[in-house]
C-alpha cells in the first residue's frame, strides 16, 4: 500500500511562509498590464518597498507579480488586500507615492484610485468598485491573488488538494460521477455536458489514451483562456491531472497558440515545477497514477480551435477539421481515445471536486451551472474579464459590471461569441444568459467574447467584419464553408458600398442556412451567425443600405454624401485645396461645389472648413 | 432479426448490413445513390464536398444532416437521401463551385467526363446566383512536363488528388496551401510539377472528378502522323489497355478487346500494328536471365523489376544510391520501339528511320514521361515517338466515326504480334513476377514449371498491395514480393535498408493493382470493383492462351536466333537493356529529352 502526499500539511508550510512575507502588494503581470509597463513598476516597487515597514505594523513589504485581474483598461493595477485598496492607472512615476502616503503612512493616494462613471467619485474599497461587485470569480480567483511563477503560492491556495482527494478516493468513476452530477458544460462554445465527455472516453480505458487542453483562444478579444494559463497554470495541470486519472489517460498535450508566449512560458515553468516536486509525472504523490504533460504551439488558426483540427495539428498535419464521427472519445489523437476539453472547463474541475458538485451547482440556471467568464470589450465605460454565474442578465453585465455605455451614449447591440456567434439587442437585455437562452435567441456564449454596441455602429459593417474573418479563417476544406462565406461576405461588401439589390438579402438568408446547415465543421456551422442574427433584428438597416443608400449609423464611407451649403461658403477656396483627389471646384469668394463623381468621402475638406459649410450626411 | 445481422432503411427501404466503411455503400446496396465529389472507394474518406450529405433520423426521433461518406452504418437509423433540405445543400454547393469556375467546357480536356458537369446537369443549375470568378482570381496552368496538366481554375478543392498522392505514393507532392478561398492544391512550394519529385504515376489525375488535373494529350500529334502520307505509323499497345478501352464503348471492364484495337488501329491508318505484349515476352527473357545471373553470383539482390517508369523515376529521385538493384532492362514500351526502328528498316523496304513514327498506346501517363528519357534515345531522336494513353485512344476512335463494338476482330502484323499468356499478365499486379518466375525456372533447371498459376502473387485490390510468395526451384528458394503503390514499395526498401529482406524479387508498380489501374485508363476511381474485373480479364486470356511462357514465344525464339542471339547477349544490351543515374537534385526537364 503506498502512502500519499500529506497535502495538508504541505499546504499549512507554505500558508506560514506567505504569512512571513507581511504586507503583500500584488501587481498585475498579465499581459495587458506588462504592456502598460507593470515589469517596470514591479521593479520600482521592490527597490522602493525593500526596507519600508508599512503603517499595518507587518515585518516588511512583499511584492508580488500576478497573474490578470481582469480590469485591463485600467492598467497597471495594484491591489494591496491588507489595505483594501485598488489602484489603476498606476505608472513608474506613482509608485514612490504609493509607498510613501499609504504604505508608510496610511494616506491613500486619491488620484489613482478608481472612478465609478456612474458617480464620478473615486472609490476607496476594493469590494464597491462596481467591475468586481456583482462578478463571482471561482475559476479565475486566483488570478491575481497569487504569483503564477511560484507553486508555493499555488500550493497555499489549495493547488492539487483536489488530485490529492481524487487519488486517495482511488476511485475514477466517482470522479467522472462528480463532474457529471456538478453539471459543468464545456466552455470552449460548444456547451456539450464534460461529465458525458469523460464518461463517452472512459469507456475505451485499458489502451492508450489522451488529455487535450484546447488553449488555442481564437475569438478576437477573448482571453479567459490566456488569464488562466498566465494567472494561475497549476489549476488548470491539475484539472487535466484529475481528467486523466478519471479517464485513464498517462499523457497530455495542451495547445497553446504561439501568439501566448507568457502563457506558454509560464505553463513549462509550471509543469516543471510540479514534476520536480512529484505533483505530475511518475507516482504523482506516491500513488500509482502517472501524468505527463506537453505543450504544443499553434500557428495561430482560428480553425485549430476545433477539435479534430486540433488534433490534427498536434499529429503536424495541416490543420483541417475531420468529419465525425469518429468523435476524438473513441478515436483522436494519433487514432487513439482522446478527451479534448478547453481551458477554462479544465479549470473549473478541482474547484468542483473540493467543494462538490452541489456547491457548483448551486450556481447558474436549470441547464447552465456555474460560472462563466466574458471578455467585456467595446463601447462600455469598464472594459475586461469577467466571471459570473450563468444566467447573469446581459443588463448587468453591462450597465453594472461595465458601468454602462461610454459618454453617455445609446445602447445598441451586443455580439456575444465572437465570429461563431449572434448579435442580439435591447430586447434581449433581460434575458438570462445560459447556453439554450443564447442558441435561441441566434446567438451562442461562444468562449465568452461580448463586444458591445453603441449607436454610432453600423451593424451591416458589423456582419461583414465578421465575415471576412471567418472567409480568412475558413480552413478551405468544405465547399459550404470555402465557398458560401467567401460569397457571403461578396454580398456584403456589395451593400456597405451602397452596390445591394433587395434581392441579395434573400440570397444572403438561403446561403446563410445553407453554410450552417452543409459545413462540416463548427466554423463553418457556426459562421453565418452574425449574418442571420443581424438580418433577423436589423433587417431595416440592411434595407436602407441597398434601397435608401444609405447608413444610418453613419459609418459606410462609400454612403456618406458631403455637400456643401452655398448660402454658407465664403469661396475662401481651403477646402479645394485640401481636398486630394481635385473635387472640389469654385473660384474666390464665390460659392464652391464638390463633384460627387470624384470624392473619396475622406472628410478633409469638413475639418478644413473654418465656416462649417459643408456637411455630410 | 438475429443480432448480427443489422438493418437500417434507406428511403423507406430496408437494407441489411455488415462491414461496410460507411453509410454511402449501404446506400448504394439499398440500390440508390447519392453524388459525391470526394469519397473514393480506395482512399481514406474526407468529407469536404458535402455533396453526399443525408438525412439521418434515429430512433428516437433526432434528425440530423451529415455526410454518407463518413458516417458508420448504424442499425435502426432511418436515410433519406433525397428531401428538400439536402438537395438544397447539394444545389448551394453546386452553385458556389460553378461561380469559382473556369466554366469553358467545351474546350475541357474533361468534358463529358467531368463529374461537376454531369451532377450540374441533373441537379438543373441553369443560372448561378453568385459573383462569377474574376480575372484576377485566375491562376496559371501548369504545362510542365508531358504527363499532367494542373489547372488550378477547375480545382474544387475536393483533396482526392492530394489524397492519392500521399496514400498510393507516400509522397505528398500534392499539398494545400493558403487559407479560406485563397485555398489551393500545388506541389511543394508552389513549383511545378516538373521541378518537384513527382514521379507522374497519375494517379492525382484518375482521382480528379473534374479538369483540374488533365492528360497531356497527344492526340493532335498522333493523328498528325497517321494522316500524314509521308510517315509510317507502326503501333503497340500496353497489356492492361485490351482489358479496359471497351468500358469507353459501353463494353464490361475486363471484356478484352484486343482484335477490335488491332481493326480500329488499321481503319486510322497505322502502318503495323504490333503488340506490346510481345516485348513484354521479350523483357521477361532479359529479365529472368539478368535474375539467374545476380542470383548465381550473389549480387545485386533483390532484383528491382524497371518496367513502372513512375518506380524508375521514384529510385532515381528518392533512393539512386540502390540502383544496382533495379533491373537494367527497357521497359515492354522501350524495348520493342529500338527493335522496331534497327529490324524494321531492315526487313521492309518502304520503311525507313525517317518515316518511322512509333506510336505507343499505354495505360499509364509515366509511359509519357519515360518515352523522352533521354537514355532512351539513339543519335538526338526517341525510340518511342507518340505516347497516347487508352483514354486518349477511346477519344481518336470516337472521333474517327468507327463503330468499335461492331469491328470485326483482327490479327496483330508479324513478327512482333505474338504473344503468350506471360506477356499478357503484366498489366495486373504480380503479372510481371509470375512470368519471370515461370521463365527463370526454366532458365535454372531446364524443365518447365509444374503449376503455372502462382496463386498468392495475384490480387489488384486495396488488401492485395503486398504480396509474396516463395517457390522452390529444385531445392533453391527464391522469394517474390510484389507490391504494388510506392508507399509499398517505399516499405519494402526499408526492409532491405534495415537488413531484414528476405526476398530476391521486388516487383513494383506504381499504381495501386498495377496497369489495369493505370491513369491513363478510363476512370475507375468510382468503383473499386473495377480494376479486379480487368485483372480478370488478363489471367482469362493467359489461361486460354496455348502457350503461357515467354521463352516459348516462336516470334521471341525466332529474334533470338536471327538477331539478338541470346538473352543478356552484347546485341541484347545494345538494343533491350539501359542505365539509370542520380537525379535526386533538379528539374525533371534537367534529365529528359524535352524542351
Same mark, same amino acid.
Request: charged content about 25%; some cysteine; overall charge neutral.
Given at each position: 500500500?503506498?502512502?500519499?502526499?500529506?497535502?495538508?500539511?504541505?499546504?499549512?508550510?507554505?500558508?506560514?511562509?506567505?504569512?512571513?512575507?507581511?504586507l503583500?502588494v500584488?501587481?498585475?503581470?498579465?499581459?495587458?498590464?506588462?504592456?502598460?509597463?507593470?515589469?517596470?513598476?514591479?521593479?520600482r516597487?521592490?527597490?522602493?518597498?525593500?526596507?519600508?515597514?508599512?503603517?499595518?505594523?507587518q515585518?516588511?513589504?512583499?511584492?508580488?507579480?500576478?497573474?490578470?485581474?481582469?480590469?485591463?483598461?485600467?492598467?497597471?493595477?495594484?491591489v494591496?488586500?491588507?489595505?483594501?485598496?485598488?489602484?489603476v492607472?498606476?505608472?513608474?512615476e506613482?509608485?514612490?507615492?504609493?509607498v510613501?502616503?499609504?504604505?508608510?503612512?496610511?494616506?491613500?493616494?486619491?488620484?489613482?484610485?478608481?472612478?465609478?462613471p456612474?458617480?464620478?467619485?473615486?472609490?476607496?474599497?476594493?469590494?464597491?468598485?462596481?467591475f468586481?461587485?456583482?462578478?463571482?470569480?471561482?475559476?479565475?480567483?486566483?488570478?491575481?491573488?497569487?504569483?503564477?511563477?511560484?507553486?508555493d503560492?499555488?500550493?497555499?491556495?489549495?493547488?492539487?488538494?483536489?488530485?490529492?482527494?481524487?487519488?486517495?478516493?482511488n476511485?475514477?468513476?466517482?470522479v467522472?460521477?462528480?463532474?457529471?452530477?456538478?453539471?459543468?458544460?464545456?466552455?470552449g462554445?460548444?456547451?456539450?455536458?464534460?461529465g458525458?465527455?469523460?464518461?463517452f472516453?472512459?469507456?475505451n480505458?485499458?489502451?492508450?489514451?489522451y488529455?487535450?487542453?484546447?488553449?488555442?483562444?481564437?475569438?478576437?478579444?477573448?482571453f479567459?483562456?490566456?488569464?488562466?494559463?498566465?494567472?494561475?497554470?497549476?489549476?488548470?495541470?491539475?484539472g487535466?491531472?484529475?481528467?486523466?486519472?478519471?479517464i485513464?489517460?498517462?499523457?497530455?498535450?495542451?495547445?497553446?497558440?504561439?501568439?501566448?508566449?507568457?502563457?506558454?512560458?509560464?505553463?513549462?515553468?509550471?509543469?516543471?515545477q510540479?514534476?520536480?516536486?512529484?505533483?505530475?509525472?511518475?507516482?504523482?504523490?506516491?500513488?500509482?497514477?502517472?501524468?505527463?504533460?506537453?505543450i504544443k504551439?499553434?500557428a495561430?488558426?482560428?480553425?485549430?480551435?476545433?477539435?479534430?483540427?486540433?488534433?490534427?495539428s498536434?499529429?503536424g498535419?495541416?490543420?483541417?477539421?475531420?468529419?465525425?464521427?469518429?468523435?476524438?472519445?473513441n478515436?483522436?489523437l494519433?487514432?487513439?481515445?482522446?478527451l479534448?476539453?478547453?481551458?477554462e472547463?479544465?479549470?473549473?474541475?478541482?474547484?468542483?471536486?473540493?467543494?462538490?458538485?452541489?456547491?457548483?451547482?448551486?450556481?447558474?440556471?436549470?441547464?447552465?451551472?456555474?460560472t462563466?467568464?466574458?471578455?467585456?470589450?467595446?463601447?462600455v465605460?469598464?472594459?475586461g474579464?469577467?466571471e459570473?454565474?450563468?444566467?447573469?442578465?446581459?443588463r448587468?453585465?453591462v450597465?453594472?459590471?461595465g458601468?454602462?455605455?461610454?459618454?453617455?451614449?445609446?445602447?445598441?447591440?451586443?455580439?456575444?461569441?465572437?465570429?461563431s456567434?449572434?448579435?442580439?439587442?435591447?430586447?434581449?437585455?433581460?434575458?438570462?444568459?445560459?447556453?439554450?437562452?443564447?442558441?435561441?435567441?441566434?446567438?451562442?456564449?461562444?468562449?465568452?467574447?461580448?463586444?458591445?454596441?453603441?449607436?454610432d455602429?453600423?451593424?451591416?459593417?458589423?456582419?461583414?467584419?465578421?465575415m471576412?474573418?471567418t472567409?480568412?479563417e475558413?480552413?478551405?476544406?468544405?465547399?459550404?464553408?470555402?465557398?458560401?462565406?467567401?460569397?457571403?461576405?461578396?454580398?456584403?461588401?456589395?451593400?456597405v458600398?451602397?452596390?445591394?439589390?433587395?434581392?441579395?438579402?434573400?440570397?444572403?438568408?438561403?446561403?446563410?442556412?445553407?453554410?450552417k446547415d452543409?459545413?462540416?465543421?463548427?466554423?463553418?456551422?457556426?459562421?453565418?451567425?452574425?449574418?442571420?442574427?443581424?438580418?433577423?433584428?436589423?433587417?431595416?438597416?440592411?434595407?436602407a443600405?441597398?434601397k435608401?443608400?444609405?447608413c444610418?449609423?453613419?459609418?459606410?464611407?462609400?454612403?456618406?454624401?458631403?455637400?456643401i451649403?452655398?448660402t454658407?461658403?465664403k469661396?475662401?477656396?481651403?477646402?479645394?485645396?485640401?481636398?486630394?483627389?481635385?473635387?472640389?471646384?469654385?473660384?474666390?469668394?464665390?460659392?464652391?461645389k464638390?463633384?460627387?463623381?470624384?470624392c473619396?468621402?475622406?472628410?478633409?475638406?469638413l475639418?478644413?472648413?473654418?465656416?462649417?459649410?459643408?456637411?455630410?450626411? | 432479426?438475429?443480432?448480427?445481422?443489422k438493418?437500417?432503411?434507406?428511403?423507406?427501404?430496408?437494407?441489411?448490413?455488415?462491414?461496410?466503411p460507411?453509410?454511402?455503400?449501404v446506400?448504394?446496396?439499398?440500390?440508390?445513390?447519392?453524388?459525391?465529389f470526394c469519397?473514393?472507394?480506395?482512399?481514406?474518406?474526407?468529407g469536404?464536398?458535402?455533396?453526399?450529405?443525408?438525412?439521418?433520423?434515429?430512433?428516437?426521433?433526432?434528425v440530423?444532416?451529415?455526410?454518407?461518406?463518413?458516417?458508420?452504418p448504424?442499425?435502426?437509423?432511418?436515410?433519406?437521401?433525397?428531401t428538400a433540405?439536402?438537395?438544397r445543400?447539394?444545389?448551394?454547393?453546386?452553385?458556389?463551385?460553378?461561380?469559382?469556375?473556369?466554366?469553358?467546357?467545351?474546350?475541357?480536356?474533361?468534358?463529358?467526363?467531368?463529374?461537376?458537369?454531369?451532377?450540374?446537369?441533373?441537379?438543373?443549375?441553369?443560372?448561378?446566383?453568385?459573383?462569377?470568378?474574376?480575372?484576377?482570381e485566375?491562376?496559371?496552368?501548369?504545362?510542365s512536363?508531358p504527363?499532367?496538366?494542373?489547372?488550378?481554375?477547375?480545382?474544387?478543392?475536393?483533396?482526392a488528388c492530394?489524397?492519392?498522392?500521399?496514400?498510393?505514393?507516400g509522397?505528398?507532392?500534392?499539398?494545400?496551401?493558403?487559407r479560406g478561398s485563397?485555398?489551393?492544391?500545388?506541389?511543394?512550394?508552389?513549383k511545378?510539377?516538373?521541378?518537384?519529385?513527382?514521379v507522374?504515376?497519375?494517379?492525382c489525375?484518375?482521382v480528379?472528378?473534374?479538369?483540374?488535373?488533365?492528360?497531356?494529350?497527344?492526340?493532335?500529334?498522333?493523328?498528325?502522323?497517321?494522316?500524314?502520307?509521308?510517315?509510317?505509323?507502326?503501333?503497340?499497345?500496353a497489356?492492361?489497355?485490351?482489358?479496359?478501352?471497351?468500358?469507353?464503348?459501353?463494353?464490361k471492364p475486363g471484356?478484352?478487346?484486343i482484335?477490335?484495337?488491332?481493326?480500329?488501329?488499321?481503319?486510322m491508318?497505322?502502318?503495323?500494328?504490333?503488340?506490346?505484349?510481345?516485348?513484354?515476352?521479350?523483357?521477361?527473357?532479359?529479365?529472368?536471365?539478368?535474375?539467374?545471373e545476380?542470383?548465381?553470383?550473389?549480387?545485386?539482390?533483390?532484383?528491382?523489376?524497371?518496367?513502372?517508369?513512375?518506380?524508375v523515376?521514384?529510385?532515381?529521385?528518392?533512393h539512386?544510391d540502390?540502383?544496382n538493384?533495379?533491373?537494367s532492362?527497357?521497359?515492354?514500351?522501350?524495348?520493342l520501339?529500338?527493335?522496331?526502328?534497327?529490324?524494321?528498316?531492315?526487313?521492309?523496304p518502304?520503311?525507313?528511320?525517317?518515316?518511322l513514327?512509333?506510336?505507343?498506346?499505354?495505360?499509364?501517363?509515366?509511359?509519357?514521361?519515360?518515352?523522352?528519357?533521354?537514355? /532512351?534515345?539513339?543519335?538526338?531522336?526517341?525510340?518511342? %515517338?507518340?505516347?497516347?494513353?487508352? !483514354? &486518349?485512344f477511346g477519344?481518336? +476512335? #470516337?472521333?474517327?466515326?468507327i463503330?468499335f463494338?461492331?469491328?470485326e476482330?483482327?490479327?496483330?502484323?508479324?513478327?512482333?504480334?505474338?504473344?503468350?499468356?506471360?506477356?499478357?499478365?503484366?498489366?495486373?499486379?504480380?503479372?510481371?513476377?509470375?512470368?519471370?518466375?515461370?521463365?527463370?525456372?526454366?532458365?535454372?533447371?531446364g524443365e518447365?514449371?509444374?503449376? /503455372?498459376?502462382?496463386?498468392?502473387?495475384?490480387?489488384? %485490390?486495396?488488401?492485395?498491395?503486398? !504480396? &509474396?510468395?516463395?517457390?522452390? +526451384? #529444385?531445392?533453391?528458394p527464391?522469394?517474390?514480393r510484389?507490391?504494388?503503390?510506392l508507399?509499398?514499395?517505399?516499405?519494402?526498401?526499408?526492409?532491405?535498408?534495415a537488413?531484414?529482406?528476405?526476398f530476391?524479387?521486388?516487383?513494383?508498380?506504381?499504381?495501386?493493382?498495377?496497369?489495369?489501374?493505370?491513369?491513363?485508363?478510363?476512370?475507375?476511381c468510382?468503383?473499386?470493383?473495377?480494376?479486379?474485373?480487368?485483372?480478370?480479364?488478363?489471367?482469362t486470356?493467359? !489461361?486460354?492462351?496455348?502457350?503461357?511462357?515467354?521463352?516459348?514465344?516462336?516470334?521471341?525464339?525466332?529474334?533470338?536466333?536471327?538477331?539478338?542471339?541470346?538473352?543478356?547477349?552484347?546485341?541484347?544490351?545494345?538494343?533491350?537493356?539501359?542505365?539509370?543515374?542520380?537525379?535526386?537534385?533538379?528539374s525533371?526537364?534537367?534529365?529528359?529529352?524535352?524542351?
Amino acid at each position: 500500500m503506498t502512502t500519499l502526499t500529506d497535502i495538508k500539511s504541505e499546504q499549512a508550510k507554505v500558508q506560514a511562509d506567505i504569512k512571513s512575507q507581511g504586507l503583500r502588494v500584488l501587481v498585475c503581470a498579465g499581459t495587458g498590464c506588462v504592456a502598460n509597463g507593470s515589469l517596470k513598476v514591479i521593479e520600482r516597487f521592490k527597490e522602493l518597498g525593500a526596507n519600508v515597514r508599512p503603517m499595518t505594523q507587518q515585518d516588511k513589504v512583499t511584492i508580488v507579480p500576478t497573474g490578470c485581474h481582469g480590469f485591463c483598461e485600467q492598467g497597471v493595477l495594484v491591489v494591496i488586500p491588507d489595505l483594501n485598496v485598488t489602484y489603476v492607472k498606476v505608472k513608474l512615476e506613482d509608485v514612490e507615492e504609493i509607498v510613501e502616503s499609504h504604505i508608510k503612512n496610511g494616506k491613500p493616494v486619491e488620484r489613482l484610485l478608481y472612478v465609478d462613471p456612474k458617480t464620478n467619485e473615486h472609490v476607496f474599497e476594493n469590494n464597491k468598485i462596481n467591475f468586481y461587485a456583482k462578478q463571482t470569480r471561482t475559476t479565475l480567483k486566483n488570478c491575481g491573488e497569487i504569483n503564477a511563477e511560484s507553486l508555493d503560492e499555488a500550493l497555499a491556495v489549495g493547488a492539487y488538494e483536489a488530485l490529492n482527494k481524487v487519488l486517495k478516493g482511488n476511485n475514477p468513476d466517482a470522479v467522472i460521477e462528480e463532474i457529471t452530477k456538478s453539471g459543468l458544460r464545456g466552455r470552449g462554445g460548444g456547451g456539450f455536458p464534460t461529465g458525458l465527455k469523460w464518461k463517452f472516453t472512459a469507456a475505451n480505458r485499458g489502451g492508450k489514451s489522451y488529455v487535450v487542453c484546447n488553449g488555442d483562444e481564437g475569438d478576437p478579444g477573448a482571453f479567459m483562456d490566456r488569464s488562466v494559463m498566465e494567472g494561475d497554470p497549476h489549476k488548470l495541470l491539475e484539472g487535466m491531472a484529475i481528467a486523466g486519472f478519471a479517464i485513464g489517460a498517462d499523457e497530455a498535450y495542451i495547445y497553446v497558440r504561439a501568439e501566448y508566449p507568457l502563457a506558454i512560458k509560464r505553463l513549462r515553468i509550471a509543469i516543471k515545477q510540479a514534476e520536480e516536486r512529484g505533483y505530475l509525472g511518475n507516482n504523482i504523490m506516491g500513488s500509482d497514477f502517472n501524468f505527463t504533460i506537453h505543450i504544443k504551439e499553434g500557428a495561430g488558426a482560428f480553425v485549430c480551435g476545433e477539435e479534430t483540427a486540433l488534433i490534427a495539428s498536434i499529429e503536424g498535419e495541416r490543420g483541417m477539421p475531420r468529419p465525425k464521427p469518429p468523435f476524438p472519445a473513441n478515436k483522436g489523437l494519433f487514432g487513439r481515445p482522446t478527451l479534448i476539453n478547453n481551458v477554462e472547463t479544465l479549470a473549473n474541475i478541482s474547484t468542483i471536486i473540493l467543494k462538490g458538485a452541489d456547491w457548483f451547482s448551486s450556481m447558474g440556471t436549470e441547464k447552465s451551472k456555474g460560472t462563466k467568464t466574458f471578455a467585456l470589450t467595446g463601447e462600455v465605460n469598464n472594459t475586461g474579464l469577467i466571471e459570473v454565474p450563468m444566467g447573469t442578465t446581459l443588463r448587468e453585465i453591462v450597465f453594472d459590471i461595465g458601468g454602462g455605455i461610454r459618454n453617455g451614449k445609446k445602447f445598441k447591440a451586443v455580439q456575444i461569441g465572437g465570429p461563431s456567434g449572434g448579435c442580439l439587442t435591447e430586447q434581449h437585455l433581460d434575458i438570462p444568459m445560459d447556453y439554450d437562452n443564447l442558441i435561441a435567441a441566434g446567438a451562442m456564449v461562444g468562449s465568452g467574447g461580448l463586444v458591445v454596441m453603441n449607436e454610432d455602429t453600423c451593424i451591416v459593417e458589423v456582419a461583414r467584419f465578421f465575415m471576412n474573418f471567418t472567409q480568412n479563417e475558413s480552413c478551405g476544406k468544405c465547399v459550404p464553408c470555402r465557398e458560401g462565406t467567401k460569397n457571403m461576405l461578396k454580398i456584403l461588401e456589395r451593400i456597405v458600398k451602397g452596390e445591394g439589390k433587395m434581392e441579395d438579402i434573400e440570397t444572403l438568408q438561403e446561403l446563410a442556412n445553407a453554410v450552417k446547415d452543409g459545413s462540416l465543421c463548427g466554423l463553418g456551422k457556426t459562421a453565418p451567425n452574425p449574418v442571420l442574427s443581424t438580418l433577423k433584428y436589423f433587417l431595416d438597416e440592411y434595407v436602407a443600405h441597398i434601397k435608401d443608400k444609405k447608413c444610418p449609423a453613419g459609418v459606410c464611407t462609400a454612403m456618406k454624401t458631403i455637400t456643401i451649403d452655398e448660402t454658407m461658403c465664403k469661396g475662401c477656396t481651403k477646402c479645394a485645396r485640401t481636398c486630394p483627389v481635385g473635387a472640389i471646384s469654385g473660384t474666390v469668394k464665390n460659392p464652391h461645389k464638390i463633384d460627387q463623381s470624384k470624392c473619396i468621402k475622406c472628410g478633409s475638406c469638413l475639418n478644413a472648413c473654418p465656416f462649417k459649410a459643408i456637411k455630410q450626411n | 432479426m438475429t443480432d448480427d445481422i443489422k438493418t437500417l432503411k434507406v428511403n423507406g427501404k430496408e437494407v441489411s448490413f455488415t462491414d461496410e466503411p460507411n453509410l454511402l455503400e449501404v446506400i448504394k446496396k439499398a440500390g440508390f445513390t447519392v453524388p459525391t465529389f470526394c469519397y473514393r472507394p480506395d482512399l481514406t474518406q474526407y468529407g469536404a464536398c458535402r455533396m453526399c450529405v443525408v438525412e439521418v433520423k434515429y430512433p428516437n426521433g433526432r434528425v440530423v444532416v451529415n455526410s454518407s461518406c463518413t458516417m458508420p452504418p448504424e442499425a435502426n437509423v432511418e436515410i433519406f437521401t433525397n428531401t428538400a433540405r439536402v438537395r438544397r445543400i447539394r444545389k448551394t454547393v453546386l452553385e458556389l463551385l460553378l461561380a469559382n469556375h473556369d466554366r469553358e467546357c467545351t474546350t475541357c480536356e474533361k468534358s463529358g467526363a467531368c463529374e461537376l458537369q454531369k451532377y450540374s446537369e441533373e441537379y438543373g443549375i441553369s443560372t448561378l446566383k453568385y459573383a462569377k470568378k474574376t480575372e484576377a482570381e485566375f491562376l496559371p496552368i501548369d504545362n510542365s512536363n508531358p504527363a499532367l496538366v494542373r489547372d488550378p481554375n477547375k480545382c474544387i478543392l475536393c483533396g482526392a488528388c492530394v489524397r492519392a498522392c500521399a496514400e498510393f505514393q507516400g509522397h505528398a507532392v500534392l499539398g494545400f496551401a493558403n487559407r479560406g478561398s485563397k485555398t489551393v492544391v500545388q506541389p511543394l512550394a508552389g513549383k511545378e510539377l516538373c521541378d518537384v519529385d513527382c514521379v507522374f504515376c497519375g494517379q492525382c489525375q484518375a482521382v480528379c472528378p473534374t479538369g483540374a488535373l488533365t492528360i497531356n494529350s497527344e492526340v493532335e500529334k498522333a493523328w498528325n502522323a497517321l494522316n500524314d502520307p509521308e510517315k509510317k505509323v507502326v503501333v503497340q499497345m500496353a497489356p492492361s489497355v485490351r482489358v479496359a478501352l471497351g468500358e469507353l464503348f459501353g463494353m464490361k471492364p475486363g471484356e478484352n478487346v484486343i482484335g477490335k484495337i488491332y481493326a480500329a488501329l488499321r481503319q486510322m491508318g497505322a502502318t503495323l500494328v504490333f503488340d506490346t505484349n510481345f516485348s513484354a515476352d521479350l523483357t521477361i527473357m532479359e529479365e529472368a536471365n539478368e535474375f539467374v545471373e545476380r542470383l548465381t553470383k550473389g549480387e545485386n539482390l533483390p532484383l528491382f523489376t524497371s518496367c513502372c517508369p513512375a518506380w524508375v523515376r521514384y529510385m532515381e529521385t528518392q533512393h539512386p544510391d540502390m540502383l544496382n538493384h533495379l533491373s537494367s532492362c527497357k521497359s515492354p514500351q522501350g524495348m520493342l520501339s529500338p527493335v522496331l526502328k534497327t529490324l524494321l528498316p531492315k526487313t521492309r523496304p518502304e520503311i525507313n528511320l525517317d518515316n518511322l513514327v512509333v506510336l505507343s498506346i499505354m495505360p499509364c501517363t509515366a509511359k509519357k514521361v519515360e518515352a523522352k528519357r533521354v537514355e /532512351l534515345s539513339k543519335d538526338g531522336k526517341f525510340e518511342t %515517338d507518340i505516347v497516347i494513353t487508352t !483514354k &486518349e485512344f477511346g477519344k481518336m +476512335i #470516337k472521333s474517327a466515326g468507327i463503330d468499335f463494338k461492331a469491328l470485326e476482330p483482327e490479327e496483330a502484323d508479324s513478327p512482333f504480334g505474338e504473344y503468350t499468356g506471360a506477356g499478357t499478365i503484366f498489366g495486373a499486379s504480380g503479372g510481371v513476377a509470375e512470368a519471370a518466375v515461370r521463365t527463370a525456372y526454366n532458365m535454372i533447371t531446364g524443365e518447365e514449371l509444374p503449376m /503455372l498459376d502462382i496463386k498468392p502473387m495475384r490480387g489488384v %485490390d486495396a488488401s492485395s498491395r503486398c !504480396k &509474396e510468395a516463395t517457390l522452390d +526451384i #529444385k531445392g533453391t528458394p527464391v522469394t517474390v514480393r510484389v507490391v504494388s503503390t510506392l508507399r509499398e514499395a517505399e516499405k519494402s526498401i526499408q526492409e532491405i535498408k534495415a537488413g531484414t529482406a528476405k526476398f530476391q524479387i521486388l516487383e513494383v508498380m506504381a499504381c495501386p493493382g498495377g496497369c489495369v489501374n493505370g491513369a491513363g485508363q478510363p476512370t475507375s476511381c468510382e468503383d473499386a470493383s473495377i480494376k479486379v474485373q480487368r485483372a480478370e480479364g488478363l489471367y482469362t486470356e493467359d !489461361k486460354n492462351l496455348t502457350i503461357r511462357c515467354s521463352h516459348k514465344n516462336p516470334d521471341i525464339q525466332k529474334l533470338y536466333n536471327e538477331y539478338l542471339e541470346k538473352p543478356g547477349s552484347h546485341k541484347a544490351h545494345e538494343l533491350l537493356h539501359t542505365t539509370y543515374s542520380d537525379k535526386k537534385k533538379g528539374s525533371y526537364k534537367d534529365f529528359s529529352g524535352c524542351v
